[in-house]
């Protein structure tokens, strides 16, 4: 089942993500490094908001809705859709986004940075699709 929507143009990349989450060895690695529920909130043109999650505690899975089941998310980053597709291409820091306001961040910052690993693995997965 996909997790693309289609008022969000970016969301396919949560497909990607789940994707390269699908070998063991690459999930194994995720668990480790990641240590936390990540949620994104996004925000599209039209000011409609949805939500994603990447279980990188227990399961490592992407879904839809701020956690699993039963679960919180230990990070909640917000963003419009655009930022979120820049981000996911790679060509706009978080960081940078952040510092600009356009991303906001509530629950463990530190944790929020590790989200960048499996966004750079959901680009190396789609790149290697193309």
């Known amino acids: 089942m996909s997790l693309a929507s289609e008022n969000f143009p970016s969301s396919p990349a949560f497909d990607l993500i789940a994707a390269s989450l699908?070998?063991?060895?690459?999930?194994?690695?995720?668990?480790?490094?990641?240590?936390a529920i990540f949620a994104f909130t996004l925000t599209n043109k039209a000011k409609e908001t949805?939500?994603?999650?990447?279980?990188l505690k227990a399961t490592g899975t992407v879904g839809k809705g701020l956690a699993p089941e039963g679960a919180k998310p230990d990070?909640?980053?917000?963003?419009?859709?655009?930022?979120?597709?820049?981000?996911?291409?790679?060509?706009?820091?978080?960081?940078?986004?952040?510092?600009?306001g356009k991303l906001k961040i509530k629950g463990d910052v530190m944790k929020a940075t590790r989200a960048e690993g499996v966004l750079k693995s959901a680009r190396a997965g789609g790149k290697a699709k193309l």
Do not use: C, R
């Not at 690459?26 to 990641?34: E, F, I, M, N, Y």
């Not at 949805?50 to 279980?55: L, N």
């Open 22 to 35: 699908t070998a063991p060895a690459a999930k194994s690695d995720a668990l480790k490094k990641g240590k």
């Open 75 to 100: 990070v909640v980053l917000s963003l419009s859709d655009d930022d979120f597709q820049g981000l996911i291409d790679g060509k706009t820091p978080a960081q940078k986004l952040f510092m600009a």
């Open 50 to 55: 949805e939500s994603w999650h990447i279980d």
